[in-house]
């Protein structure tokens, strides 16, 4: 058995399913060792024997540090058990202490890193009566919180102004699972509108929330982390840098709940971007299983999502809007399922199938369903040249400086597979028919999607609403004619064709326009 399996071995045996005080009803493991619950009352950084409880000796604590503690200090360590010079005998420091704060709190200022978090099931809530506790690094800390154990949690804190090359929270090394980040404001103030010094940002971290690797599986609560409900901006890299950390579920909490975080943009739509990627995913198959739902995603100069490597995964409802790249960018990927998300005003293509290698299919198998794709300074979707058996199907295509879709990615027109030839009114509305022009094999599945479309300069359809579809087969009669009736009424319309075997599926650009209206070019959007 390998390390990494017998971590999880140990991890799935070791660790039982009771809540912590303040947790919020879970499906994840936690620690057999029931642990203390600390109350810092000290907003200042020290590490002395005084009559306050600081943030530093509680986490020393949680970390096994013995003491000896005044009596005023004692009173604040729940849970513990000591001796007759108040060092720690049990109770606490071995796992699943909770750390919260004197409600009155409102900041700590850090002089130097805090201790590492190496015990599991650890939690630190911020809550407090001015919302979360802010943990201000002051420009001269590198580092707010480190994991190094299983099943700790992180919770309403705010924590700001780490500098260097350093990280708000970071996940040390791959050997931990169960991390939970919800309800925070990472590298941002809550209510900051920009990322300069009017908003309280002094520093700005390198990476917000940066995974470097885990053990996590595919199982209930059994994840490397669940990011949710967060602020996180102000990055001078990405917001969340995924690296090598597999099963990672942003927007979605350990019940399986789902909660977006705002990245790159406040909950008001200000912008509080990250200089490089919203979240980034890198690379190869130690990420599998990555998930994105329902998370605002903007204003990041470079793209909202890039994900790169081959990897399984989806992306899901997510709004990914006014970023300097592209909204969302698949690198070398496969199997990524990208669900109802809404990419618009990118300053490149809304969803981007890259590709770095020439050799065919290192970007393949990624299905895009759904969603709206508007505005972007590319095309809706673009796919490289060496991508393929990507498909979509029931997306919306409109007002792109580009084509709607572009295959070869290369901004002109491709043959037309499939075209739109009579539009005859009926009864039920439009009576649409056309013919698929490529070659029918047995066995395959040829299926044609109908969309009502706003017309662009090249007489190319970006597609805006989806009508309906209609499957062509093999038939001994050479007949390749499809018909789809719209319920309402004759319009100018555009078709893709999708092409099924039982080994992989391709789909096709939108076909040239046909119907009423179809001369009223559409006039590229001009991003600001």
Known sequence: MTLRGLKNTVTCLLLAGALLPGQRPAASLRASVAGGVFVVNDATDADTRDSVLSLREAMNVAAGATGPFTPQERSQLGGCAFNAIGEITSGCGAGGDTITFSPPLTQI???????????????????????????NANAAVNFGFRVNANQVTLTDLTIVNTSGTGNPIRLENNLWMGLQIYN????????????????????????????????????????????????IGCAVNDGISNQEAPYVYVGRNVAGGSAGNWIGVSRGGSNIGNNGKGIAVCCGSTTTG???????????????????????????????????GAGIRLIDSRAIMLTNNLAHANGSSGIWLHQTSSTPGQTSDNKIVGGAYFRNG????????????NTWSQISAYANQGLGIDKQDNGTPDLPQVTVN??????????????????????????VELYRIDPDPSGKGEGRSYVGSADVMWNIAGNKQWLIVDPSGPGCYSATLTESSFISSVSSEFSPNLGTRCAAAHLPFVLR
């Not at 009579?422 to 299926?447: E, F």
């Open 290 to 324: 990555f998930q994105a739902q329902g998370n605002h995603i903007a204003f990041n100069r470079l793209h909202g999502v890039e994900v790169q490597g081959p990897l399984e995964g989806a992306l899901t409802d997510n709004d990914v809007f006014d970023n300097g």
């Open 422 to 447: 009579s539009i005859t009114p009926v009864a039920q509305g439009a009576q649409v028919s056309g013919t698929v022009t490529s070659d029918i094999l047995i066995g395959n599945t040829y299926r």
């Open 109 to 135: 200022i850090l002089t130097s890193n805090l201790p590492q978090i190496i015990k599991d099931g650890v939690t630190i809530n911020g809550a407090v009566s001015a919302g979360t506790i802010i943990i």
């Open 378 to 389: 590319a095309a809706g979707i673009s796919e490289h040249a060496n991508a393929n058996a």
């Open 184 to 231: 925070s404001y990472i590298g941002v103030l809550p209510g900051s509108t920009s990322c300069d010094g009017a908003s309280g940002i002094t520093s700005r971290p390198y990476v917000a929330v940066l995974l470097l690797g885990g053990s996590g599986m595919a199982g209930a609560g059994l994840g490397t982390a669940y990011i949710d409900n967060n602020v």
